[in-house]
Each structure stands twice: as structure tokens, then as C-alpha cells.
């Protein structure tokens, strides 16, 4: 990851004041020379409450962009994570995106490369908002820091369930770019949970504020226990988030766009899979109605806007979302669904499936989904319980990038081969299925002087 140390990037709606300026001007060229980009907002101009604040905002907007929201050149995390596991298939002619696909990911993917940069740019923004906000907003809301903790805990945990070990997370201090050396995915885990601690610790008030952000980091930390083999400890981390609760990203027609609307329903570069590669899920022939389908062309696709009846690729069937129907509509990328559903593993792993029916069933019948039946019943072996499971969750969890990190738990936790979770055999545009499991370190990170010459991976393995 390249980090420029010596500038904060915002975007701002000034350009036209800029040219009004310019207009007053005009008669001094060495006035012209001089006018200060409204793109760069150096460390110093932020050195204020107001500063502060800005800062906030600015990495939420990048957790946005990062995770749903994308930005002009890349997918953002949610669509290109599940191009990889078998939530959605390419239906564009980018050999990048073929290769996530097929699971044979070259270190230089650009798309790759995008989404790394957005992850890690969340990541820096909020920890420089910390610094700021205790600087100059020591007796602000306790929830506008603790919700920064939360973007770095969410995005440490994301890149430790997306990218091999070897992983790098650098950081900036004081303007200065630190960079990180080669660590594992273990290490991105804890280092996510600890974040996620010192955010809770923050927050002792009953403000509305103070709740969502608790929350949001509760059910983040639970996750992250799962993926350090805590399932117990997960159970207790979630305990008391109503299955009710949502944290979102917004998105509008004046910021960015809700990513799987515009690539799946709109551009056809995305299409829902349906049993992609033998192992993949039924996600668009399922009639589940937590993941509503239409398929291209028809009537129901007509209505929402999706008028076109195959891929970009022209030939191909197209599957269309409809659990985002709009190019502004939210996404909620933490909510108390998974907290049901992280109580229900952790009721099976410790030998209780009546507790995981029971925790699954509670999800159905209090998440807000019509024509859902609270009817699951214990399937009587364990691993069939382990696909229950697993499938309550892809579908709850359709597209909020959950889904390779759920396949490579059940792979290091419930020893699972590989090519018995990921899609494997023929892929559908010609050729075989690769091996990968996981995103490597883009090629952009040879840069960093602690990574050994070449190497992005220590290893590739779930």
C-alpha cells in the first residue's frame, strides 16, 4: 500500500468557487500560479475541532466507498469479495475480474489493487480522526471516537478474512508513513479486536448515538471471535443486540452509488450466481425471499429498471438483486441478524443444535423479512447442521462481504477440503477453477521495504 504522508485527501464540492476566484484574478498570473488545490487538505489545515469532525466524516465515507459504495474505477470490497466465493459471476469481458472468478488471482489485479487501497485508506482516516478528535474534541460525544475504533476493527477484520498471511497493515504517525511488516491473518484478528475493545470501553452512555456505535462494535467484535476460534466468547460478545438493529452505509445520487445496483442491475458486469462451481449456494434460483431474484428482461427486472436480458457479455443469462432495488438504496453491513446467527454457531460448537435451531428460527421470525417461515428443524447430523448454519447465514448475509471469510472458517475450523466449499471444475466461461481461497497482497505493496523482494504470501493457505 502506498500512503502519501505528507497529505490527507477529501473531496470537496468547491471547484466552483475556485473558478469564481480565479475570474477575480484573472489580470495576475503569479496569483493563478498560486491557488491552492481544494483537493488537498494538508495535516495542518485539519488541526481543529472542526478539523476533527471533518476528518470523521471523511473516514466514514471511505468504509463507504471501501465496502458498498466503490468509487469510479472499482467495485468496492462486497461485489469483488463475492466474485471470488460463489455469490455472484463475472458477466464482463475484464480478464481481472475473470481471474477473481476462476480463483487465479495475479498479485497485480487492478481491481484488486482498488479495493486494497480503499480498505487501507478507511483504515488511516479513522485513525487519524482518533488522534485528532482526542487532540481537539476531548469532551465531544464519546461515540464519534469509539465509531472510528469500529471502522478500524471492521476493516482490520475484513482484510484478515479477504487477504493471505502476509498481510501488511501500515500506518501514519504524526505525517509520516510507518510502514507495516508482513503479518497473519491471526495477528490482523487480534489486532481488530483490540481496536473493537477500546471502542466499547468508550462508550458508557444510553444516547442514541451511543447505542448504534456500541452495538456495530459488539457484533463486530463477535466476529472477529469467530475467526480467532472463540465461538463462546462470540456468543457473550453479542449478547443483549436486538436482532433489530442495523448500521448502514447510506448511499445517493450525490455521492456514490449502491455498488451491486450499478454493476449487477445496471452495468450486467455482475450476475447472482446460482450453484456456481458444484459447492456454490442456490442463491438466485432459491425463491428465498432474503435474496429476491428477478431474472433479466422480465417483468419484475423491468419494473426496478433492469431491462436487459443478459450479461455485459451478450450471451449469458442475467441474474438481478432485488434486495437493493435503487441506485441510493442502504446497506447494512453490520446488524443484529448476525448476531443470531453468531449465537447460533457458537450454540452448535458447544454441543447444544436445539440452541442453534432455536437461534436461527429467532432470526427468521424477528428479521423483518415477509413470507419467511420460522419453521427450521434440526437436520439430525452434525454436518448437516454445519450446511444449515452456514446457509442461514449466506443468505442473510447475501453480499455484505461475510461470505470468504464463512468459506475459509469452514475450512480451518471444520476441516473442510477446499474444493468441497469454493466452486471448483469447469468454470463457466472456459477452463478450470484455480485453487485460491483468498485475495494475495497486490503487487503495489513491493514498494514497502519490510516485504521481502517479490514475495506478497507467506502462504496461500485458508
Not at 120 to 125: F, G, Y
Not at 130 to 142: A, D, E, I, R, T
Not at 254 to 272: E, F, L, P
Not at 356 to 366: F, Y
Request: with cysteine; glycine share 8%.
Amino acid at each position: 500500500m502506498t500512503i502519501r504522508s505528507r497529505s490527507f485527501v477529501l473531496r470537496w464540492a468547491a471547484p466552483l468557487a475556485v473558478v469564481g476566484t480565479l475570474a477575480l484574478a484573472a489580470c495576475n498570473v503569479a496569483d493563478v500560479l498560486k491557488v491552492t488545490d481544494p483537493d488537498v487538505i494538508n495535516p495542518s489545515d485539519v488541526q481543529s475541532a472542526a478539523g476533527a469532525s471533518a476528518v470523521r466524516y471523511g473516514a466514514i465515507a471511505r468504509l463507504n466507498s471501501a465496502t458498498s459504495g466503490g468509487s469510479t474505477g472499482s467495485e468496492g470490497l462486497f461485489l469483488l469479495s463475492g466474485l471470488l466465493a460463489d455469490e455472484w459471476n463475472n458477466g464482463d469481458s475484464f480478464i481481472d475480474r475473470q481471474s477473481v472468478d476462476e480463483r487465479v488471482i495475479n498479485p497485480s489485479n487492478s481491481f484488486l489493487t482498488d479495493v486494497d487501497r480503499m480498505l487501507h485508506r478507511a483504515r488511516l482516516a479513522a485513525t487519524q480522526a482518533v488522534q485528532l478528535l482526542q487532540k481537539y474534541s476531548p469532551n465531544g460525544p464519546p461515540s464519534d471516537i469509539a465509531e472510528m475504533y469500529f471502522v478500524q476493527a471492521y476493516v482490520e477484520n475484513a482484510i484478515g478474512e479477504n487477504y493471505c498471511n502476509s498481510l501488511i497493515l501500515s500506518t501514519i504517525t504524526n505525517g509520516t508513513e510507518v510502514y507495516g511488516s508482513p503479518m497473519s491473518t491471526t495477528d490482523a484478528f487480534k489486532l481488530a479486536l483490540a481496536h473493537a475493545d477500546s471502542g466499547i470501553a468508550l462508550i458508557t452512555g444510553t444516547s442514541a448515538a451511543d447505542l448504534r456505535v456500541k452495538d456495530a462494535l459488539m457484533v463486530t467484535r463477535g466476529r472477529i471471535l469467530l475467526n480467532l476460534d472463540r465461538p463462546a466468547d462470540a456468543a457473550v460478545a453479542v449478547t443483549g443486540v436486538p436482532t433489530s438493529f442495523v448500521y448502514q452505509n447510506l448511499h445517493s445520487q450525490a455521492t456514490t452509488d449502491n455498488q451491486m445496483w450499478s454493476y449487477n442491475n445496471i452495468a450486467r458486469r455482475y450476475s447472482v450466481s446460482t450453484g456456481e462451481g458444484t459447492n456454490g449456494l442456490d442463491f438466485a434460483t432459491a425463491n428465498d425471499p432474503r435474496v429476491p431474484i428477478c431474472t433479466g428482461g422480465d417483468t419484475k427486472c423491468k419494473a426496478i429498471g433492469a431491462t436487459f436480458s443478459t450479461r455485459d457479455d451478450g450471451s449469458t443469462p442475467l441474474f438481478v438483486q432485488m434486495i437493493w432495488p435503487t441506485r441510493d438504496a442502504s446497506v447494512t453491513i453490520v446488524g443484529g441478524v448476525e448476531a443470531r446467527m453468531i449465537e447460533a454457531e457458537a450454540a452448535f460448537r458447544a454441543g447444544n443444535p436445539a440452541g442453534a435451531i432455536a437461534k436461527l428460527n429467532q432470526a427468521r421470525s424477528e428479521g423483518g423479512v415477509a413470507g419467511l417461515p420460522a419453521t427450521l428443524t434440526d437436520p439430525g447430523t452434525d454436518a448437516a447442521r454445519v450446511d444449515l448454519i452456514f446457509r442461514e447465514r449466506a443468505f442473510w448475509l447475501f453480499s455484505t462481504g461475510h461470505r470468504v471469510g464463512d468459506m475459509r472458517r469452514l475450512i480451518k475450523f471444520y476441516n473442510r477440503p477446499a474444493e468441497s466449499v469454493f466452486p471448483t471444475g469447469a468454470w463457466h466461461k472456459g477452463g478450470n477453477y484455480g485453487t485460491d481461497v483468498n485475495f494475495p497482497v497486490p503487487q503495489a505493496e513491493q514498494n514497502n521495504p519490510n516485504l521481502p523482494s517479490a514475495q506478497t504470501c507467506t502462504d496461500r493457505n485458508a
